[in-house]
């Protein structure tokens, strides 16, 4: 600062000069110098001492030779000491210096102050390390304590949460407040969370670091699975994990297969490791629409059904039929009867063939159809040995035969030309038409 001078009495003046260091962030105190001067203000020439006297903090009195001539300055005092400030600034210093024993009277004086700078603004400190409370599976409460502002006022916080003690591209987000629910976190994963302020000066330093980890539940629900290599009794199951684990490894997956989808009518069930992600049915019902669905299972418990996948196993040709049963053979007519096949192949059995033969390689047989599992045979020949079997149909096609029945037609009335017998055909009419006779012998008793 530039000397400031007070008015001349006596052929002199007195001026004071003082001035501070200039404070940077960190300072706490600064340095003050204080200067008093003395000028003649004319060509008197003085050769004597005079006492002068400074009042205020560092004042003190003394006595200078006044030996000033034309216009000549002098300093008579100087005193430094140390201040101390702060973000409010420091006091202010007032100071009084006068000359006494004046020649030709008069006591020349001057007074000067000094405010003490404001020590400068710098970043805040950083807050205490944030707490995280009522923390979930997917959220934690997290709150800090304001921290000193360090001369200019908090305009805003820095909350960084991330999955790296580090903080490698960590999620961060700026607020005016001091708390914060933090959600969309994964669960069962564990966080470190911390906080820093910003003011005019810039971003303060960073807290100390939380740690938390949230909690866990059991898995989501999957997504339908999907079925491939559809056969009649098998198929194959796919699926992908959760997009939810829950927070925890999966540790099994279990799958149902029902007749229903309401899965009140379940006919196969497993279970496989978590890490599966296929399962090969057998033992499936030939052309049935059937449901199947998955479930996933974690260390907590086991998530929801996921939505069920429809699919149709393929039908197949029935199997064989029972062997035929014969029952009431007369000589050219009899009864035949039959069971269907235990398996149908997945399909309904719309009728059977029926094949009779005189041969037992059936080359010429005669196919008769009927939708019943029994028929009526006529047109038989008297005496003669032949040869059944039947076979169903279904959509998927013809069965296999079943096992060959034989049998026998009653003998009719021989007749011969010297040579040989052969059965007689014997026909009986009343008039207006004619039938087959049937010949019977009996023994007194019974008739066959």
Request: net charge neutral; aromatic share 10%.
């Amino acid at each position: 600062m530039a000397t400031t001078w007070g008015s001349t009495e006596g052929h002199l003046r007195v001026g004071i000069d003082c001035w501070t260091t200039t404070p940077t962030a960190s300072s706490t105190a600064v340095a003050v110098s204080l200067r008093v001067y003395v000028q003649c203000m004319d060509s008197w020439d003085f050769d004597d001492d005079q006492d002068f006297k400074v009042t205020g903090t560092g004042g003190g009195t003394g006595t200078f030779h006044n030996s000033l001539s034309g216009s000549s300055t002098k300093l008579i005092y100087s005193h430094d000491m140390s201040a101390s400030i702060d973000y409010d600034g420091g006091p202010t210093y007032t100071w009084t210096a006068s000359i006494s024993d004046m020649y030709n009277g008069g006591t020349p004086s001057h007074t000067r102050s000094i405010t003490l700078p404001k020590r400068p603004a710098s970043p805040p400190s950083a807050p205490a390390t944030p707490t995280a409370a009522s923390i979930t599976s997917t959220s934690a409460a997290l709150s800090w304590s304001v921290p000193a502002n360090n001369g200019a006022a908090i305009d805003s916080y820095g909350l960084w949460v991330s999955t790296s003690s580090t903080f490698p591209g960590s999620t961060y987000v700026t607020q005016t407040g001091t708390s914060r629910t933090w959600t969309g976190l994964a669960k069962g994963t564990t966080y470190y969370a911390r906080v820093n302020a910003h003011n005019a000066a810039g971003w303060g330093s960073y807290s100390g670091t939380r740690t938390f980890t949230t909690g866990t539940t059991a898995p989501g629900s999957m997504t339908a699975p999907t079925v491939g290599s559809i056969g009649a009794t098998t198929a194959s199951v796919t699926w992908s994990a959760p997009s939810d684990d829950g927070g925890k490894d999966l540790d099994l997956i279990a799958g149902q297969v029902s007749r229903n989808s309401t899965f009140t009518d379940v006919i196969l069930s497993w279970e496989s490791a978590g890490t599966d992600i296929r399962k090969d049915l057998t033992g499936l019902p030939k052309g049935a629409v059937l449901y199947v669905r998955t479930q996933a299972h974690n260390a907590v418990g086991w998530g929801a059904w996921s939505p069920s996948r429809t699919f149709t196993t393929d039908t197949t040709a029935a199997g064989a039929t029972s062997k035929p049963s014969v029952a009431s053979v007369l000589a050219t007519s009899a009864s035949v009867s039959w069971s269907a096949p235990s398996d149908t192949g997945g399909a309904s059995i719309t009728g059977y063939e029926l094949q009779r033969d005189t041969s037992s390689s059936f080359a010429a047989p005669v196919t008769a159809t009927t939708t019943n599992p029994s028929t009526s045979l006529s047109g038989l020949l008297p005496g003669t040995t032949y040869y059944l079997r039947v076979r169903a149909v279904t959509s998927a096609g013809t069965g296999g035969w079943s096992a060959t029945t034989t049998f026998t037609t009653l003998s009719g009335v021989k007749v011969g030309d010297g040579t040989r017998w052969v059965d007689a055909i014997v026909w009986v009419g009343d008039g207006s038409k004619w039938v087959l006779a049937q010949v019977k012998s009996g023994n007194g008793t019974t008739w066959k």
